[in-house]
């Protein structure tokens, strides 16, 4: 079974790189919370097809993040940004501006 959060939120950040008929089935599964039954009913396949597309295209968005990681990026910076605001809440702007270069620097 596939981690719903977690392809959820690759999902998001590369559907573009999907075939439309990944993103269809994949939005169906995980936005419109859908069954494997109902998703076939509506693309005229069966059920395991339904199941074969998502675990297919659920394998093909963990290895862009793999090769690309930009959600992991992005949670790496969002870390940052609250110690950022942290440390200014604490009145070290000195330290901010080092958390920001790691940000702005890669």
């Given at each position: 079974?596939?981690d ?26 995980l936005?419109?919370?859908?069954s ?6 509506e ?5 395991q097809?339904?199941?074969?597309i ?8 963990i ?13 790496d ?7 950022v605001?942290?440390?200014?809440n ?5 330290t ?6 790691k940000?702005?620097?890669?």
């Open positions: 079974m596939i719903i959060v977690k392809i959820g939120l690759l999902y998001d950040f590369y559907e573009s790189l999907l075939t439309s008929r990944q993103s269809a089935v994949l939005d169906m599964y936005n419109e919370n859908l494997l039954a109902e998703i076939s009913d693309i005229n396949i069966t059920r097809g339904v199941h074969d998502i675990s297919r295209t659920a394998a093909k968005l290895e862009y993040e793999d090769k690309l990681k930009l959600s992991a990026r992005m949670m910076n969002k870390k940052i940004a609250r110690d605001i942290d440390e200014i604490n009145g070290n702007t000195g901010a501006i080092e958390y920001l270069r940000i702005t620097e890669g």
